[in-house]
């Protein structure tokens, strides 16, 4: 590029190639050759589930924070958007773009893990680790990450941080905001925020972490973190239980917590649906029958291997069933059967698909206020469109339900979503809101909830969040359009 003469598209190809090299970028119908490179690059364009396909001016895969660093700086230079992207794995839309000028920045050879201190417990890991590489990783040290969630095999660490992932072990450990230290992020003007502290205190102003936490890559793209580690649960004991309703299965909750207090690390609500589905669509089989309304897998566990708790889990097992809150139960024996129970609460996720599609929620409410949310929900819901299959599940012990409605059998998924789609998140969303409740839990809001954000989130919170952006982001490059509404 001549001094005066302005910045082209070639000038952006050139550099961008330059700095993670041929071998690291895919450009949309770069050449001849542009059906294969499109094909290549499908795969970072469309969601996992293909809900939606976006486009793209360029696919870059930095391998250092320095690359990413240069990589913002350019696009910033030429006025590109930046889409900061891990495993894809997202429910939201948060790392796909209709923008065909912009680059998607996937971290995925940004896959190391810098350092397991394990004499602070600790470990700082970059942002293309996928989730169950790095719990690997520590329990070979001795320790544990207790981030759990059914995409573990293909997430990575980075989008964890961007969307503050939550997962089945939150009501023990919180979510993946509360298990982070430190941060390591490019700014939108291609500098570098290293805040990869090992602290469990640092009161020096402003918690910049905790703003890029769950941004969602608005406000810059997170590198690398801190995280704490924990004992491992090597003393652990699963039940799986059935009830008679959710304010039985809320009873059993804290039942569970008076007992076993902070050894209570999941506690899951599954409907019989789910269970009916898993065994019409799979090779597995619920350990208690498939005829009851309601079941809970819940885990108990403790580092202290001295003390076994299976004799305590059938001790409150006992007193569940004398007090009638329980209709059938059953425990892990071994490692088999706790393998099950968990490949069971995976599997009703997967196959939901096969009876048509669902309309997915996120919901959070006060654990209290879940009972009347799914009978009211279910209600109004069957109002709006009488043969609709109501498919509610997830993480009961922190209030988080995945409020899931499919496909009615009689109808195509295109009938389903473009006559109830609309009127049915309204619905769900508005009874969230008016029982004090988040329409977005643990999966983020990407550019499918931005609506939400408008219509539900404090004004001036709102007000706020768009002046931080501003000052992180002053041109709007940093995964624009997703998170924030336009005023
Ligand atoms: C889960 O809890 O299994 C997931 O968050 C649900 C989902 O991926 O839709
Ligand atoms: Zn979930």
């Not at 990413?68 to 495993?87: L, N, S, Y």
């Not at 719990?135 to 997430?155: D, H, I, R, W």
């Amino acid at each position: 590029m001549s001094k005066d003469s302005k910045p082209t598209i070639e000038d952006l190809k050139k550099t961008l190639t330059l700095i993670v090299g041929q071998e690291n970028i895919l450009f949309a119908n770069d050449n001849a050759d542009a059906d294969t490179d499109n094909s290549k690059m499908q795969p970072y364009l469309e969601e996992s589930r293909q809900r939606k396909v976006g486009v793209a001016f360029a696919v870059i895969f930095p391998s250092t924070t320095d690359e990413v660093a240069k990589v913002v700086g350019t696009c910033r230079f030429h006025k590109v958007p930046m889409i900061a992207q891990g495993g894809n794995t997202g429910r939201c839309f948060g790392c796909q773009t209709d923008n065909p000028n912009a680059v998607i920045v996937n971290l995925k050879n940004m896959n190391h893990i810098r350092e397991i201190d394990v004499e602070n417990q600790t470990v700082t890991v970059e942002a293309g680790c996928i989730l169950q590489d790095l719990q690997t990783a520590v329990a070979e040290k001795g320790l544990f990450f207790p981030l759990s969630l059914g995409a573990e095999g293909s997430c990575q660490i980075g989008g964890n941080l961007a969307t503050n992932a939550g997962g089945i072990n939150v009501l023990r450990y919180g979510n993946t905001r509360d298990l982070t230290l430190g941060i390591e992020a490019v700014m939108s003007n291609g500098t570098v925020l290293n805040e990869l502290f090992e602290l469990r205190k640092n009161n020096t102003g402003y918690d910049l972490k905790n703003l890029l936490i769950g941004s969602e890559g608005t406000l810059g793209i997170i590198t690398a973190a801190t995280f704490k580690l924990f004992p491992p649960e090597s003393n652990s004991e699963h039940g799986f239980i059935a009830v008679n309703s959710v304010t039985d299965a809320i009873n059993c909750l804290q039942q569970a917590q008076k007992r076993f207090a902070g050894k209570l690390s999941s506690f899951e609500l599954i409907p019989n649906i789910a269970i009916e589905c898993m065994e019409k669509h799979s090779q597995l089989k619920c350990p208690i029958g498939n005829q009851h309304p309601w079941y809970i897998w819940y885990k108990i566990a403790d580092a202290n291997i001295d003390k076994p708790l299976f004799d305590e889990n059938i001790t409150f097992l006992d007193e569940l069933m004398n007090d009638g809150l329980v209709i059938d139960a059953t425990v892990s024996q071994n490692e088999a059967m706790k393998q099950h129970f968990w490949q069971i609460r995976e599997t009703i996720v997967d196959v939901q698909k096969y009876e048509g599609i669902s309309l997915k929620f996120d919901i959070s409410v006060p654990i209290s206020a879940i009972p009347i949310l799914i009978e009211k929900g279910i209600a109004a819901a069957k109002v709006i469109c009488p043969d609709i299959r109501p498919y509610p599940f997830g993480h009961l012990g922190d209030g988080n339900l995945h409020y899931n409605f499919t496909c009615p059998k009689t109808m195509t998924d295109e009938e389903y979503l473009s006559q109830y789609q609309d009127k049915l998140y309204e619905t769900i969303h508005d009874m969230v809101d008016g029982l004090d409740g988040s329409f977005s839990a643990e999966h983020g809001i990407g550019s499918q909830k931005v609506a939400d954000m408008k219509r539900y989130k404090d004004p001036v919170a709102l007000d706020l969040m768009r002046k931080i952006k501003h000052s992180f982001d002053p041109f709007n490059l940093m995964n624009p359009d997703k998170v924030l509404p336009k005023k």
